[in-house]
């Protein structure tokens, strides 16, 4: 007879991460230690098995891919030995399928990577709250979007200037706002400042990326199910629309629904209600929605493969995101909003960037916009060994300018998804920020090309 692992409940809940990016882990470990959270790593499934085996352990976080074996086998290994340890997933885009394939068999969820803090939190709560029902974690509760105000900064330029006027206008009113942007322009920072100028401000603001959610999980995603509802449907899950309630839902990439998911999101912003999967009764919603999209959604309607009506549903009031390059004034400004938040993560104290190095930053085109150059200033913040910022260390602008827009041929493409490939080491989501694209772009040319192994 096995004896299930108890989780006691206590103020600090211990997280086993199993990664084998070293850099990567150790970032994901301080964050959670800021969140209030009492994290270990493990860089392979032997280590994290040691660890689980000796210590107490809340919640496991690992990779699917390792070393030594898949997060399945991990996963197989805790039901084995009857441990009552919840696994959520992290996975690449490209594994996303194969993550479903774990919720199956009981992981409690998965996030893709790169992953998103706000959605990762929110999940480790959904999945602590689930195991541990007196849980201090409340299902859902979006504590990461908290910010402050070195957290977010509007910027001097003009296009600045207007974005954040209309902003101020539309944040009072209830109504639907559609935001348009480039990849990388800022569209949940824009979204989650109309939620802190809303009425709704103190109430819950969940964020949900529509483009790295399977179709056949999107319904119990946004409206939640009951416990075997489906297979691996192992508890009640609340939706987002629930989580949301009394604040503001934002739905980012919102052209990727599938027209069947999309159906089921028209009714449920239609009559204020949702029905979880699984269900026998509808549960009243009141949301404050806000959709992003990097698309043309008019073609989309022209194609067929957006509704029309659901379209004007989300479009009650539009607003439009600058790329970077088209608001030169911000960007010394963003760059040491970025370098601030790079400080505070990784306990360093680099003062600023030299003359180089500012110049370097203003004389590039950014095709990522705000997401490249954080990633970039986080790098060189990491890099950098004295109270300066130089231009070596922001050296990957010079050797990492995409020019997706002025391919001249077949070739001359491939070869620069290849190089984007080998640079982000097979990341596809970092290799689509670098060459300018987004991640559905860059699949579709994997696939036209044959590159996709």
Known sequence: MTTKRKTHHQAMKSILIVEDDITYSLMLKTWLGK???????????????????????????????????????????????????????????????????????????YVAKPVNPDELLRKIGEALSANSPAADTPRHKDTAHETTDTDFLEGESDAAKQLFNYVRLVA????????NGAS??????????????????????????????????????????????????????????????????????????????????????????????????????????????????????????????????????????PLLKERREDILLFANLFLDQANREMGKQVVGFDDKASRALLDYTWPGNLRQMKNAVRRATLLATGKYITASDLGTLQDHTPRPTTLRNEADEKMRIAEALRQTGNNKSRAAQLLGIDRKTLYNKLKQYGMEG
């Open 35 to 109: 969140k209030g959270f009492k994290a270990s790593t493990a860089s392979n499934v032997a280590r994290a098995r040691k660890h689980l085996e000796t210590e107490k352990v809340d919640l496991v976080l690992s990779d699917l891919r390792l070393p030594d074996h898949d997060g399945t086998d991990l996963l197989r290994w805790l039901a084995d030995k009857d441990y009552d340890v919840p696994l959520i997933i992290m996975t690449g885009y490209a594994d996303i399928q194969t993550a479903v394939q774990a919720m199956k068999l009981g992981a409690s969820d």
């Open 172 to 179: 009072p009113t209830n109504m639907s706002v559609l935001i």
């Open 184 to 321: 990388g322009t800022g569209k949940e920072y824009v979204a989650h400042r109309i939620h802190q100028l809303s009425r709704r401000a103190g109430q819950p603001f969940v964020a949900i990326d529509c483009g790295a959610v399977p179709k056949e999980l999107a319904a119990s995603e946004f409206f939640g199910h009951v416990k075997g509802a489906f297979t691996g449907a192992l508890s009640d899950k609340t939706g987002a629309f629930v989580s949301a309630t009394g604040g503001t839902i934002f739905l980012d990439e919102i052209g990727n629904l599938s027209y069947e998911v999309q159906v089921q999101l028209l009714r449920a912003l239609q009559e204020h209600k949702v029905r979880p999967v699984g269900a026998d009764r509808e549960v009243p919603v009141d949301v404050r929605l806000i959709s992003a999209t990097n698309e043309d959604l008019g073609q989309a309607i022209a194609r067929g493969t957006f509704r029309e009506d659901l379209y004007h549903r989300l479009n009650e009031f539009t607003l439009h995101i």
